[in-house]
């Protein structure tokens, strides 16, 4: 059973009161015509009756009831009239343009012009005097009038809706940035917290599993000693991450930032956390003195090494690290070298987020990175990371 959709409450409120106001007039004895076909005053109601009901339906179908109510306004022409017909009439031609169709809407103005102009001329042929002008004034007013004011109505109301669905889309838009940048900087802070902790806590978690299994004063002394050095160096790093995140400095590296004049002092630390162990730290930098790089380049070679010792601390087997850092051109190589395989003694447990929070810092450089096994000439399995870093200024992306 097909339904009907249920009438605005504004548009009932129309029809009852157009339906009430033209029945007074009625009731009055005003009427807008005297001599005509059906000169009976109640046959001005049945056009009344039609026009009211349409504007119930002013919204739903819209041109429907303008075609209807145009027959309508048609046929009380031919009785005694009726106000309150006609000015329903007027709106049901503004609720066609506002509620209807985009064509419907640029077509009604246009025809109701044409209209309007021929009635004009029409009567002005036919009465030949100027009385035949206010005809085609009162069509304008009729049908003319309501069609423009619906199309300026209507394109307020989709410039508004306009502007609506823009702000959405910006807030949208604005909230999407926002939560980029909010894991941008976490992502960074993590990869932050982990490279300055993750060295001097693997030394920790492997001295003093030492200091636990090897039942020898002198070791459990030694180990202690790197252990507190660690904890110290450890709990500086954190302050400083601490003051920087206080500070809300979250659009640059701190002035405090390492750099690779920093590399003697990390391989330094590095030999004598990684003596119990059997590595050996051998450290080449075969670039030019005097040159300088850019600050977020000097961080991520830092940390690079940084990480790579650090794993090399955590799984190499007993034997040189290398550290080598190159320039060739606009290209900054940094590379360490382990050797790979089992080895005895205490190990600290790897997670893998360093190797990707190097891949992450080269990545923003625009730069590449290689980290896994490889064979030297001589047969011996080593464990290499190597990163190209460009050094311009506008290689990094953010």
Not at 142 to 161: C, K, Y
Not at 362 to 379: D, K, M, Q, W, Y
Request: hydrophobic fraction near 45%; charge should be neutral.
């Amino acid at each position: 059973m097909l339904s009907l959709p249920r009438p605005h409450r504004h548009d009932v409120l129309l029809a009852v009161i157009g339906l009430f106001g033209g029945l007074v007039l009625w009731a009055l004895g005003l009427s807008l015509q005297g001599d005509r076909t059906f000169t009976a005053p109640w046959v001005s109601l049945l056009p009344l009756a039609v026009v009211s009901a349409l504007e119930l339906v002013r919204r739903t179908a819209p041109q429907t009831a303008l075609v209807i109510g145009t027959l309508a306004l048609v046929a009380d022409q031919f009785t005694v009239g009726n106000l309150a017909t006609v000015l329903m009439f007027t709106d049901l031609m503004y609720a066609a343009v506002l509620y209807g169709t985009p064509s419907a809407a640029r077509r009604i103005p246009v025809t109701t012009f044409l209209i309007t102009i021929a009635i004009t001329i029409g009567f002005l042929a036919w009465f030949r005097n100027a009385q035949a002008l206010l005809i085609g004034v009162v069509t304008a007013m009729v049908s003319f009038l309501p069609a423009i004011t619906g199309v300026s109505v209507r394109n307020h109301r989709d410039a508004a809706e306009t502007a609506r669905l823009h702000a959405e889309q910006t807030a949208l838009l604005a909230e999407m940035d926002r939560a980029q940048a909010v894991a941008a900087e976490r992502t960074r802070m993590a990869r932050e917290l982990h490279d300055m902790v993750a060295n001097h806590l693997s030394a920790i978690a492997i001295h003093s599993t030492a200091a636990l299994s090897i039942d020898d004063p002198a070791t459990s002394r030694d180990a202690l000693g790197v252990i507190r050095e660690n904890s110290v160096d450890g709990l500086a790093e954190m302050r400083r991450l601490i003051g920087l995140l206080r500070t809300g400095g979250h659009a640059q590296e701190p002035a405090a930032s390492p750099t690779l004049a920093s590399l003697d002092a990390l391989i330094e630390q590095t030999r004598t956390n990684a003596a119990s162990s059997g590595l050996t730290c051998a450290f080449e930098d075969t670039r030019d003195e005097g040159g300088t790089l850019p600050t977020p380049v000097e961080l991520a070679a830092y940390r690079i090494v940084q990480e790579s010792l650090t794993n090399a601390l955590k799984h190499a087997a007993p034997g040189p690290v290398t550290v080598r850092i190159g320039q060739a051109g606009q290209l900054l190589t940094v590379e360490v070298s382990s050797v790979h395989g089992d080895r005895p003694g205490p190990r600290a447990p790897g997670s893998g987020a360093g190797l990707v929070g190097m891949r992450e810092r080269v990545a923003l450089l625009g730069g590449t990175i290689e980290a896994g096994p490889s064979t030297t000439g001589s047969g011996t399995k080593i464990w290499r990371v190597r990163a190209e870093l460009p050094v311009e200024e506008g290689a990094s992306r953010t």
